[in-house]
């Protein structure tokens, strides 16, 4: 329904960004990361996703598409809600978030409030056998270290292909992000940060 909303930031609160477009402000519940981008009283930017159940009609912000594609990614995990997507968010970014699926790493999802041991592992099991499917309908092979361009990684950029493949870009995408990044000696984060700043662009 939304897209997105550009407009004056009204409110600031926790976990809540008030846009005004044209005199209507939208009340956009959002993630500790995306407030940090916000000024009241300055023009904001948030992609939005409309969450609509029994008695809910919710509207979420995000300063950036790589947000608001975890945040949905998240929700496609049975059991994790908006609540516990927002939580997770919070604690960490996109980035971090994909690292921790790729590398299996519980302890940074458990330190979002609210989320637990067998939760954490839910969402690694998941989401790790949602990319492995994805991966092997898009004919990228990481087991082998190959792209389906035939371009040789490292395992650190192996590690950072298969976190951009959790956040649901193709294979073609992701050999062409990583063109040019320093593989060698960036920390994975940064590999997976400056690929996500290329596809963005």
Do not use: W
């Not at 954490?120 to 056998?129: G, H, N, P, T, Y």
């Not at 990319?131 to 040789?152: H, P, Q, T, Y």
């Amino acid at each position: 329904m939304f897209y997105y909303l550009d407009g004056t930031v009204a409110e600031i609160a926790p976990f809540l960004a008030v846009i005004d477009c044209g005199g209507v402000g939208y009340a956009c519940k959002t993630t500790n990361n995306t407030l940090s981008r916000l000024k009241k009283g300055q023009r904001g930017k948030l992609y939005t996703y409309l969450h609509v159940a029994e008695g809910i009609f919710d509207l979420y912000g995000f300063a950036t598409q790589n947000e608001l594609s975890s945040f949905k990614l998240l929700l496609g995990v049975s059991g994790v809600g908006p609540r516990a997507a927002l939580a997770i968010l919070s604690t960490g970014t996109p980035e971090s978030l994909a690292m921790a699926i790729v590398t299996g790493d519980e302890k940074s999802l458990t330190a979002a409030p609210g989320i637990g041991k067998k939760i954490a592992q839910r969402i690694i099991l998941e989401l790790k056998d949602k990319m492995a499917k994805e991966s092997a309908a898009a004919g990228l092979d990481f087991s082998s270290g190959m792209s389906v361009n035939a371009v040789s990684f490292t395992s650190k950029a192996t590690e950072a292909a298969q976190a951009l493949a959790v956040l649901g870009y193709t294979s073609a995408e992701v050999a062409a992000a990583l063109k040019g990044v320093d593989v060698e000696t960036l920390p994975l984060e940064e590999i997976i940060r400056q690929s996500l700043k290329k596809m963005v662009k």
